[in-house]
């Protein structure tokens, strides 16, 4: 039993740590959604000689240059670009077409005034699903290294429990709450960074990946708390009953005792009035 309760324990506190993990590095990074934004292509100058429009209509100086587009007003799209960006919770970063590397901006800054509030509710709720997550995590590392008895362990199962469950709902509620908040900032926000065409990123993968396994943690949790409260009233019952049996064998025995007692009392009785009889009659 003691072995069987260690390890759903070890199990329960494995998941919860890679709920944890995931979950914290969800929060920090900026891959929760990516794709393309389709933006206008720079003029060419001195530094920008590719993917670029030529203003000036000059094709002999740039007729080596395949990536340089002239400028035209039939050209449609080829006067523009797709450039790459990615978004998370706090920042919103892109390529930067005219120089290497990315450059990032607010995304609380760049969400509808109208969605800010459930923004910032996201937020809050993420920060308090990562901090119950903590805590549920202590609980079952306190269950597992530094529980002394059985009852001890029932307690720490129980709290470690509700913890988690709290915290999976929460993770839950603010995984939806920003993925709304996305879908309407895609449609109403600024136009220079809405995006063409976009994707969940594998920061979203991990947001959810570690709401699985809060909740497969707490699920384990319960079981453990579930089987040990099961086992324990079974080992009761058992006692229980062999301690009535044995109870019922010794009133049997003393009742059989007494009884014995009784017959020979009364036996012993019956002689002395037997010799009191012969020893009070007449000769």
Known sequence: MKTNRRCR???????????????TTAFITTHWCEGTQRVPKPSCGKDKKANCLNYSGNE???????????????????????????????????????AAG??????????PASEKGVL???????????????????????????????????????FAAVFTVLSGLLGMVA??????????????????????????GWSFCLAWGSFTCCMA???????????TVI??????????QGFREEQNFLDQEAMKYFRERTEEERAEAGDLRLQCLHSCSPN
Request: net charge negative; charged share 20%; with cysteine.
């Open 217 to 227: 943690a707490s699920v384990t949790t319960l079981n453990s708390y579930t089987k």
């Open 9 to 23: 324990a070890l199990l329960a506190v494995s998941l919860n740590l890679m709920a944890l993990l995931f979950s």
């Open 120 to 158: 910032w509710l996201s937020v809050v709720s993420e920060v308090l699903y990562i901090m119950l997550l903590v805590v549920g995590f202590s609980l079952m590392c306190l269950e597992l290294f530094h529980s002394s008895s059985v009852i001890d362990g029932l307690k720490l199962n129980a």
């Open 231 to 240: 086992e324990f009233r079974h080992k009761r019952k058992i006692f229980e």
């Open 102 to 111: 990315e450059k990032c901006r607010s995304f609380i800054d760049l969400a």
């Open 60 to 98: 002999t100086a740039n007729e080596t240059n395949q990536n340089v587009v002239h400028y035209s007003w039939e050209t449609g799209d080829d006067r523009f670009l797709f450039r790459y960006f990615h978004t998370g919770i706090w920042y919103s970063c892109e390529e930067n077409i005219n």
């Open 175 to 200: 995984h939806m709450m920003y993925t709304q908040v996305f879908q309407v900032t895609v449609s109403l926000g600024p136009e220079d960074w809405r995006p063409h065409s976009w994707d969940y």
